[in-house]
């Protein structure tokens, strides 16, 4: 088994626990179902530069602790007081060592939308997600069949959710409904052999629409890669472990904003 089927057996005993400890509408209870979400699709739509989102992420599978003085909310502060334009937060805790209270807390303070970067198999994570303060959910096509990928979709809207689905290899452009997933993300991981090739993101956006918003994913670390994925009309950046691995979070965020900024 490869580590994405390794994570997905945890996740279904993870859905288990929710559908036995908690009711829809326990989840609806909460006071960020209530809330509008920040929009996401349309912001990054309007932006002349390439967008940041921004990662918070303490551990991963292949590279172990990221980041010992992890505190999420310091971390979170630091990206919301340098703008950047969404918050990506890892919930899964067997394998990135993330919480869904890490979601729960930011929500209380943010300005930008938050995507909740977790491995989401069913509507209970869905629902889940919204009463925690997500404004977008991250949908894995390599996880997924397109029959999941349309219903947790829709369940995400019916939720007043957005969608960020992401894919790494060309055999899984089969199933998706570009009509209704608009915002895509393309892995540059191997998440077979974890090795990262921005080349993915330059092949991969040949297959797909022009109106699509598209999100380059991991690896990106210098200049150079975001010049690189240009190319392909990237419209934001998803960026992770290079500001976990920083001295200075705030300086790489800076620096990676200047880069983003297209000089015409």
């Not at 989102?53 to 992890?70: H, L, M, Q, V, Y």
């Not at 990237?234 to 983003?260: N, P, R, Y």
């Amino acid at each position: 088994m490869n580590i994405l089927n390794d994570i997905i057996e945890v996740k279904k005993e993870e859905v288990k626990y929710l559908r036995r400890n908690y009711s829809l509408t326990r989840f609806s209870d909460n006071e960020f179902f209530l809330k509008d979400r920040i929009p996401f699709y349309t912001n990054l739509n309007n932006l002349a530069e390439i967008a940041i989102i921004a990662e918070i992420k303490k551990a991963s599978p292949s590279k172990g602790i990221i980041r010992t003085d992890f505190n999420h909310l310091k971390i979170a502060d630091i990206y919301l007081n340098n703008e950047v334009n969404a918050i990506s937060i890892l919930t899964d805790k067997t394998f990135f060592q993330g919480s869904i209270s890490y979601l729960n807390d930011i929500a209380m303070i943010k300005t930008v939308p938050l995507l909740r970067k977790d491995f989401i198999i069913d509507e209970y994570q869905v629902y889940e997600a919204k009463a925690n303060g997500a404004d977008i959910i991250l949908l894995i096509t390599e996880a997924l069949s397109s029959q999941q990928i349309k219903e947790l979709t829709e369940a995400a809207f019916e939720n007043d959710l957005e969608v960020l689905l992401e894919l790494h290899s060309s055999d899984q452009i089969d199933k998706i409904d570009f009509s209704l997933n608009k915002i895509i993300g393309i892995n540059n991981r191997n998440l077979d052999s974890f090795i990262v090739d921005l080349n993915s993101t330059i092949n991969l956006s040949a297959l797909i629409p022009s109106e699509t918003i598209l999100i380059s994913e991991s690896g990106i670390t210098k200049r150079e890669d975001i010049e690189l994925i240009k190319q392909a009309n990237t419209k934001a950046v998803l960026v992770g472990e290079h500001f976990m691995k920083s001295t200075s979070i705030e300086d790489s965020v800076k620096q990676m904003k200047e880069w983003c900024r297209n000089e015409n």
